[in-house]
């Protein structure tokens, strides 16, 4: 069974920058993306990739987030600039479809960001 865990969350201020990390209990061919959902939201697709870095991002999140993949130490990062208030959320990691950007059926616990000065 894979399991992903997510680290790198905390309070930043606004401008800020963040590096998430989800850390694979194995080697995958999945593709793995990171997800947030935010109070009172639904669940949002941000960004996957591929074993072999093919990417895709969300509408709504292009130019702020870049994802990457280190697949000799199973880890999938999602660094985020220029942080926001409206970026706070729980986010997630998860395997993934690139070119539908659907979660697939493993998920990390979340890591949560918040967003304030």
């Known amino acids: 069974q894979l399991q992903l865990v997510e680290s790198g969350g905390g309070l930043v201020q606004p401008g800020g920058s963040l590096r998430l990390s989800c850390a694979a209990s194995?080697?995958?061919?999945?593709?793995i993306g990171w997800f947030r959902q935010a109070p009172g939201k639904e669940r949002e697709g941000i960004s996957c990739i591929s074993r072999t870095g093919n990417t895709n991002y969300g509408e709504s999140v292009k130019g702020r987030f870049t994802i990457s993949r280190d697949n000799a130490k199973n880890m999938v990062s999602l660094r985020i600039d220029n942080l926001k208030p409206e970026d706070t959320a729980v986010y997630y990691c998860a395997t993934c479809e690139v070119g539908t950007m659907k979660g697939g059926n493993h998920w990390g616990q979340g890591t949560q960001v918040t967003v304030s000065s």
């Open positions: 194995r080697s995958t061919y999945y593709s």
